[in-house]
């Protein structure tokens, strides 16, 4: 039946009788066979969570995270989400408003009127605005 091709087939990890499979380099997997797999093996599952109470989605990347930013360059395309730092969560009332980030100077970002107003962006430690670290992982700091 297989002949030769036998010859190039491994013995199944997961079966527990004679059975075999080609080498990944020679019959790749698709998506859906590697999370029947990974199923088999218990990986993968997602529990059953709770919504968190001290955090929201950010409105400014609606919680992916990462914004576009216009730029013609393809290496500038993208950038991480400055109010939740690339977390894609921020604390209730950490909000940004619908229009995006506010302008945190003295002066309104059009140069005109009264001063806007001040908005203290916090990152998902708790780091205000500014701060060296902001947004970084605590644990990426100084790796």
Not at 20 to 30: G, K, R, S, T
Not at 41 to 66: F, H, Q
Not at 98 to 123: I, K, Y
Request: aromatic share 4%; glycine share 16%; proline share 10%.
């Amino acid at each position: 039946m297989l002949g030769d091709q036998f010859q190039l087939m491994q013995p199944c990890p997961r079966c527990l009788e004679s059975g075999h499979i080609y080498p990944v380099e020679m019959a790749p997997l698709d998506p859906d066979q590697v999370a029947a797999v990974d199923a088999s093996l218990g990986r993968n599952i997602t529990p059953e969570l709770r919504e968190a109470s001290d955090a929201v989605r950010c409105e400014a990347c609606d919680g992916w995270g990462k914004v576009t930013t216009g730029a013609q360059n393809p290496e500038g395309a993208v950038k991480i989400c400055t109010p939740c730092g690339g977390l894609g969560w921020v604390a209730p009332g950490a909000q940004q408003p619908a229009g995006g980030p506010s302008h945190t100077g003295g002066q309104p970002a059009n140069g005109e009127g009264n001063a806007a107003e001040v908005v203290d962006l916090r990152d998902g430690w708790g780091r205000p605005s500014g701060h060296p670290h902001w947004g970084s992982d605590p644990a990426t700091i100084g790796v």
